[in-house]
């Protein structure tokens, strides 16, 4: 009698990473497809409201004359040329694009993608249940390393084109080992910002129940009073932030805050990894002088650990000026990336299962998304009544849409089709009909519809490739 020897190590991590992808996939993706829209939200929010990408701006007095009244204003930067002003932190009602001074609509439905990708519009609780798909994607970038540890020389090979199954066994195992450090910052980074969050708030709810901000505020640390106060020429905001650029012209000024006869500029440091939160200086008006900083390197280790998970998170560079557009980029990339290894994880766990209820759930919902972007892309510029629940509504037609069909790959056709056809609908509309001038929205609505046709029918043509000879190797794939 023949004894069955367990399975080894690495074929339980196999199996453990398949199981863990079909499982959570569908939500890494929608978390990776609204992190993408997401890091160009400032873009499409200005698109949007049909007003200029990039320009020179208006000189900074002009700017703060729009709305003189508020306490606090988020200064424009070339990447996002918009002055916003708040009442109050969180509470930010008016925007004006700094190149024409032309009023921006904050809410504007390209937000919405965003508030799905922070915390699925359930709040802080979403926020918290969103980080924890993080540690699910560490799981997978573990598992996945280990399985392809003897294969890592293939990332300097494009993936094989003999079959579809291979191209994209080979696609998913090449963008993996691309992507590794990327995908690792992703996971750690997104877990660790909603664990941040919530264990920040619950010790302010326990340490300080009536006033919970105040660890936040121990976090930021205290003002530390300038050994030689800075003189200002005036005793206006618009003075006080040129001589700060004179005299400290490492630091870039992002946000003022009003308190009282006094001013606080947030900003950030060359070299130096932080938000306007944690970098800031106080400018006394009554007396025309910077009279204390905010530093966080004089913060402890831990501490600017918790301060660097934000702009690593979300891809704010600025803190290496000459650089940021490079990693921007980058990062963006490195998004999309993610999202097309999650996409092709998917695709390859369908492959054997086209009519089942399982494969028809994760293209509809997958697919779903992709679709309701696209119309929403395309609808936009023409109607501007819309709601979130038209979005939704979308999704959720395609999605029962794909479970109706018996077959899984067709519903996936449909929705590459159509997405395309609707990205090349919004570049046409946008460039031949739009009073903008060429963007990179425009770009990237050129280069996803193409994409989406290229992929539509590069597949369709790799699928009907006779199979001839292979490799073992290519055997164990595709069999």
């Known amino acids: ?27 890494l993706f929608v978390i990776f497809f609204t992190g993408c829209w997401s890091l160009g939200s400032d873009a499409l929010r200005l698109w949007g409201n049909t007003v200029p990408l990039s320009g020179e701006l208006l000189p900074l007095e002009q700017l ?50 965003v508030t799905l990708h922070k915390n699925l519009f359930m709040g802080f609780p979403g926020r918290i249940f969103i980080s924890l798909f993080g540690f699910a994607l560490v799981v997978l970038l573990i598992t996945g390393l280990v399985i392809q540890r003897r294969r890592i020389a293939t990332m300097l090979h494009l993936p094989r084109t003999t079959h579809l199954k291979v191209w994209l066994h080979d696609l998913h195992s090449w963008l993996g080992l691309w992507c590794y450090p990327w995908l690792v910052l992703f996971a750690f980074t997104g877990a660790l910002s909603g664990l941040g969050a919530l264990g920040t708030v619950s010790l302010g709810e326990r340490a300080a129940p009536d006033n919970p901000h105040i660890i936040m505020k121990a976090l930021m640390g205290e003002f530390e009073p300038l050994t030689t106060p800075v003189p200002v020429a005036e005793s206006s905001i618009i003075a ?92 963006f990339i490195a998004g999309m990336s993610g999202l097309i290894l999650v996409s092709v994880g998917l695709a390859m766990w369908c492959w054997k299962r086209m009519h089942s209820l399982a494969a028809r759930f994760i ?69 031949l009909f739009g009073s903008l001038p060429f963007s990179r929205i425009n770009l990237v609505l050129l280069c996803g519809g193409l994409g989406l046709l290229f992929i539509l029918f590069g597949c369709r043509k790799l699928s009907c490739t006779a199979k001839r000879a292979r490799s073992e190797y290519e055997r164990s794939i595709t069999k």
């Open 1 to 27: 009698m023949k004894h069955k020897h367990p399975p080894s190590l690495v074929r339980r991590l196999d199996q453990l990473h398949r199981s863990a992808g079909a499982l959570f996939g569908v939500f």
């Open 64 to 113: 703060l004359a729009l709305q003189p009244s508020a306490t606090m204003i988020q200064l424009p930067e070339q990447h996002n040329p918009v002055i916003t002003f708040c009442q109050s932190m969180g509470r930010c009602e008016l925007s004006y694009s700094a190149i024409n001074g032309e009023l921006v609509v904050l809410d504007s439905p390209t937000m919405w993608l």
């Open 240 to 331: 006080a932030v040129s001589t700060l650029q004179q005299t400290v012209p490492s630091f870039l000024p992002q946000t003022l805050f009003k308190q009282g006869d006094t001013w606080v500029i947030g900003g950030v440091r060359n070299g130096q990894l932080s938000t306007s939160n944690f970098e800031q200086y106080q400018f006394d008006s009554k007396h025309r002088q910077l009279v204390a900083v905010r530093d966080s390197a004089q913060q402890g280790s831990w501490t600017r650990a918790f301060i660097a998970i934000q702009p690593l998170h979300y891809g704010q560079y600025q803190w290496l000026p000459k650089i940021s557009d490079t990693l921007s980029y980058l990062h």
């Open 363 to 431: 293209v509809g919902c997958c697919g779903g998304l992709l679709l309701s972007a696209c119309v929403l892309l395309a609808v936009m510029p023409w109607f501007t009544a819309l709601l979130p629940i038209h979005f939704f509504m979308v999704w959720g037609i395609a999605c029962i849409a794909s479970l109706l069909c018996k077959n899984a790959q067709l519903s996936l056709m449909v929705s590459l089709f159509l997405s395309a056809i609707l990205l090349l609908f919004a570049f046409i509309a946008s460039y």
